[in-house]
C-alpha cells in the first residue's frame, strides 16, 4: 500500500477493495467501457509517439500510466461541465468527445489550439503550468452567478502544484466556494524533478491549509478515481465548494518525446509501476468477475488499432497552412496591424489569400 | 446638449455605472473596490447598487484578478479588473500577455476575451515606489492586446463604456493624477471612437503628441509657446494600440516637425513607434528629426525628485526649440 489514506478499490491485480468512504456504483458494461477508453487512448498516445519519432510531430506527450486516472475523472464529469486542460490531457479530451486528429493538431504544429473549445466544453491546452487553474475558479465564478448546476474541472501537475497560479486558484476557490474540482496527477516526476522536492507533504494534505477537502485516490484504479471525482463533482455542483483530488499515479514514458527521462530516474522504480497497470488491472476484474472473453479484448484491440491507423492518415493530410490564417483570430475586432499584415504578405506573393 | 462638470474619477464612475446598468454581463473585480470604493474611489457606491455578485471584492492577488476574468470571459461575462497601481500588475503579466492576449487565437476564435484591465498610472501624487509607473509599452507591444489612455474627463466617461462594449481586452491606463480634475462631460455623445487620436489645439509649426497625464502638460507648453510666437499642435494619441497614426501624419505634414510627450523611458517605447511610423509615412515633409520627451531610463525615481523625472513644461519647449532650430 502506497498510502494508508490513499482511496483504492481494486488492486493492482484486480482484486475488489472494500473502503469505507467509497463504493464502485459500476456495473459490467460500464467498467468493460472504461477498459475500451483506456486501450484507445494508450493505443492513440503511442501512435502518437511513433508519429513524433517519424517525424510527423514537432512534438508528443504521452500519457501511459494515467490512462486511469483520465478515465475515471473524464467519465465522471456531467455533459454540461467544462474542463481546464494541461497539454497532456488526451484522457479528458477523449471523453468529452475531441476527434483524436483535434489532439495532435498542436503537436502538428499546425494551430495554437486544435478544437473548438466551446463545442466540447474542453478548453484549450495550456502549456504555461498552472495558467488554467484560475480560469476554472473564473469559469465556475460565472455558473453561480448564472444559477446552474454545473461544475469546472482543473487539470494539473504535481509539477505545477508549486505554481503561484495553482496556489491563488485555491484561495479564491476557498474564499467565493466556487464549484470546482482540482484534479492533480501526482505522476512523481516534474520533467526531471520529483514530486518530493515540489512538496514536503502529500498534496493532498495542502487543501485542508486553503480550506477545502482534499482526496489521494489510486490515479491507476479507474474505478476509484471515478467514484472520488463524481463525489466531488456533484458536491461542487450543488453548493458544496471545491475538492482537491491528488491522483497518485506514475508517468511511465518521457514527459515528452524531448525527454530522456533514463538520465533521472532508474527503471526499478519504473518496473514497480508497471505492476500497477492501470488497464490491466481492469482487464483481471473483467475477466474474473464478469467472465469477459477474449473475443471481446480482441474486439477493442481491433478498434483502437482501426482508430490509429485513422489517425495517421488524418495527421499526414494536416498539411502547411496557408501562411495568411497566422492573420485570423489574432483579434476579434478589425486591427490595422492586421491588415497592413495581410496585404503584406499578399504584396509580396507570401500567400495568395484575400484581404 | 446635456454637458456636465465632473473630476474624472467621477467620470470613470458613472461610466461604470451605465456599462453595467446596459448589460447585467458586466462585473468589476478587484482589491478593495467594493465597500471602501477603490483606493481612488473610482468604484465608490457600485457595490451598495448592483451587489457584492458584480461589484466583486476579490483577495489580493493580481494574477488571480486577471485569470479568473479570463474564466468569466469563457462564460460569457465581461469583467472589469482594477490594479490597484501600475507596479502590482506585473504579478499577471504571464496571464495578460499569455492567457488574456492569446485565447482567441488559440481557440481559433472560439473563445472572446472581451475584458478590461484598469490601471492607474505614471506618476505626479507623491507616492512611494511601484505606484507612479508606466507600463503602457509592455502591453503595446503584445499582439492580441489593445491598449487606451483617457485624458479628460469626458474621454474617462466615454472610453471606458467604449472599452467594456469592445470585444478584445483593452488594457485601460488612467492618468492618477488627473483623477481629481474637473472637465465638461457630454452625457449623450461620444467624442469620437475608440481608437481614435484627437487634435486638442491647433497649431503650423509643430506637432506635439502625447497621451494621459501629459496632455496637460503638453497643452500648457503650447499656451508657452504661443506667447513666444510658436504655433503648435497638440494631438492626444488615446490609443496607444492601435496608433491612430493617420490623424498625426496629417498634423505632420503640415508642421513638418513632431515631438512625443510620455513618461515612461524612451527606449522601445510609444514615442519610438510613433516616429518611426511617422517617419516612415511623412519622410518628405519632416522639417527635422522627430524627438522625444520621456522619462529617464532610470527606476521611477523617489518622488521628492519626480518632478525632475516627468516630462515638464521646461524640456517640452527645449525640444519643440530644438526641432525648431534644426536646419536641413
Same mark, same amino acid.
Given at each position: 500500500m502506497i498510502d494508508e489514506e490513499l482511496v483504492q478499490?481494486? *488492486?493492482?491485480?484486480g482484486e475488489r477493495v472494500e473502503n469505507s468512504e467509497y463504493q464502485s456504483t459500476l456495473n459490467g458494461d460500464e467498467i468493460f467501457g472504461f477498459y475500451r477508453d483506456m486501450v484507445i487512448i494508450r493505443r492513440l498516445c503511442n501512435e502518437s509517439t511513433s508519429l513524433q519519432r517519424q517525424g510527423q510531430l514537432a512534438l508528443w506527450a504521452p500519457i501511459q500510466g494515467q490512462e486511469a486516472a483520465q478515465i475515471g475523472a473524464g467519465r465522471a464529469l456531467a455533459p454540461m461541465d467544462f474542463t481546464f486542460p494541461t497539454y497532456r490531457e488526451h484522457g479528458i479530451a477523449w471523453c468529452r468527445g475531441v476527434p483524436p486528429e483535434d489532439m495532435l493538431r498542436l503537436f502538428r504544429a499546425?494551430?495554437?489550439?486544435?478544437?473548438?473549445p466551446q463545442k466540447y466544453r474542453h478548453s484549450v491546452p495550456t502549456?504555461?503550468?498552472?495558467?488554467q487553474t484560475l480560469h476554472a475558479v473564473g469559469y465556475a465564478m460565472g455558473i453561480q452567478r448564472d444559477g446552474a448546476e454545473e461544475a469546472a474541472m482543473a487539470f494539473f501537475g504535481d509539477g505545477a502544484s508549486s505554481q503561484g497560479d495553482v496556489l491563488e486558484a485555491f484561495v479564491w476557490a476557498a474564499s467565493f466556494n466556487a464549484p470546482v474540482v482540482f484534479f492533480c496527477?501526482?505522476?512523481?516526476?516534474?520533467i526531471s524533478t520529483p514530486s518530493t522536492v515540489q512538496s514536503k507533504? =502529500?498534496?493532498?494534505?495542502r487543501a485542508h491549509g486553503f480550506g477545502f477537502p482534499g482526496v489521494r485516490v489510486d490515479g491507476n484504479d479507474v474505478l476509484a478515481v471515478y467514484e472520488v471525482s463524481k463525489r466531488a463533482l456533484d458536491s461542487a455542483r450543488v453548493g458544496g465548494g471545491p475538492t482537491l483530488i491528488e491522483? &497518485?499515479?506514475?508517468?511511465?514514458?518521457?514527459? *515528452?518525446?524531448?525527454?530522456?527521462?533514463t538520465r533521472y530516474r532508474i527503471d526499478a522504480e519504473v518496473e514497480v509501476w508497471k505492476h500497477r497497470d492501470p488497464v490491466e488491472r481492469v482487464k483481471a476484474l473483467l475477466v474474473r468477475? &464478469?467472465?469477459?472473453?477474449n473475443a471481446d479484448f480482441d474486439d477493442v484491440a481491433a478498434e483502437a488499432d482501426a482508430m490509429a491507423l485513422k489517425l495517421r492518415e488524418d495527421v499526414l493530410a494536416m498539411?502547411?497552412?496557408? =501562411?495568411?490564417?497566422? /492573420?485570423?483570430?489574432? &483579434?476579434?475586432a478589425p486591427h490595422p496591424l492586421i491588415e497592413e499584415g495581410r496585404r503584406e504578405m499578399i504584396d509580396l506573393g507570401i500567400s495568395g489569400g484575400e484581404l | 446638449m446635456a454637458t456636465t462638470t465632473m473630476t474624472m474619477a467621477k467620470a470613470l464612475n458613472e461610466g461604470l455605472r451605465r456599462a453595467m446598468e446596459k448589460n447585467p454581463k458586466v462585473l468589476l473585480m478587484g482589491e478593495d473596490i467594493g465597500r471602501l470604493g477603490g483606493v481612488f474611489r473610482i468604484t465608490d457606491g457600485l457595490q451598495k447598487d448592483f451587489g457584492e455578485d458584480r461589484v466583486v471584492d476579490t483577495p489580493l492577488a493580481e494574477s488571480a484578478i486577471v485569470g479568473t476574468a479570463v474564466g468569466l470571459a469563457i462564460r460569457g461575462y465581461r469583467a472589469v479588473c482594477?490594479?490597484? /497601481?501600475?507596479? /502590482?500588475?506585473y504579478p499577471a503579466f504571464d496571464q495578460i500577455v499569455s492567457q488574456v492576449a492569446k485565447l482567441h487565437k488559440r481557440s481559433d476564435g472560439a473563445y472572446v476575451m472581451a475584458m478590461v484591465i484598469r490601471i492607474p498610472f505614471?506618476?505626479?501624487?507623491?507616492?512611494?515606489?511601484?505606484?507612479?509607473?508606466?507600463?503602457e509599452p509592455y502591453f503595446a507591444q503584445t499582439a492580441g492586446l489593445r491598449v487606451v489612455s483617457p485624458s479628460t474627463p469626458n474621454d474617462a466617461y466615454w472610453m471606458i463604456q467604449q472599452s467594456i462594449e469592445h470585444d478584445d481586452p483593452i488594457i485601460f491606463c488612467e492618468p492618477k493624477s488627473r483623477y481629481w480634475e474637473k472637465g465638461e462631460v457630454d452625457?449623450?455623445?461620444? =467624442?469620437?471612437?475608440?481608437f481614435d487620436a484627437l487634435v486638442r489645439r491647433e497649431g503650423t509649426d509643430v506637432t506635439l503628441v502625447g497621451y494621459g497625464a501629459s496632455m496637460k502638460t503638453a497643452l500648457r507648453a503650447a499656451e508657452t509657446a504661443a506667447v513666444e510666437g510658436m504655433s503648435i499642435e497638440v494631438i492626444?494619441?488615446?490609443?496607444?494600440?492601435?496608433?491612430?497614426i493617420e490623424v498625426m501624419a496629417k498634423s505632420l505634414e503640415k508642421t513638418g516637425r513632431v515631438v512625443v510627450v510620455q513618461e515612461?523611458?524612451? *527606449?522601445?517605447s510609444v514615442g519610438s513607434e510613433i516616429i518611426s511610423e511617422l517617419t516612415q509615412r511623412c519622410f518628405y515633409s519632416l522639417k527635422a528629426p522627430g524627438l522625444r520627451v520621456s522619462g529617464y531610463?532610470?527606476?521611477? =525615481?523617489?518622488?521628492?525628485?519626480e518632478e525632475d523625472y516627468r516630462p515638464t513644461v521646461d524640456r517640452i519647449l527645449d525640444a519643440v526649440d530644438r526641432v525648431m532650430g534644426f536646419e536641413s
Open positions: 478499490l481494486l *488492486t493492482p491485480e499546425v494551430s495554437n489550439g486544435g478544437w473548438d502549456v504555461v503550468l498552472g495558467t496527477q501526482n505522476n512523481q516526476w516534474g507533504i =502529500p498534496l493532498y494534505h491522483a &497518485y499515479t506514475y508517468r511511465i514514458g518521457a514527459h *515528452t518525446t524531448s525527454d530522456d527521462p468477475e &464478469y467472465k469477459v472473453k498539411s502547411r497552412p496557408d =501562411p495568411i490564417t497566422m /492573420f485570423d483570430h489574432a &483579434y476579434a | 482594477e490594479i490597484q /497601481f501600475d507596479g /502590482f500588475v505614471q506618476g505626479g501624487i507623491g507616492a512611494i515606489e511601484h505606484h507612479s509607473e508606466s507600463p452625457l449623450e455623445t461620444p =467624442p469620437a471612437g475608440l492626444d494619441a488615446r490609443s496607444i494600440a492601435p496608433l491612430d515612461s523611458p524612451h *527606449t522601445a531610463h532610470v527606476p521611477y =525615481p523617489p518622488t521628492r525628485i
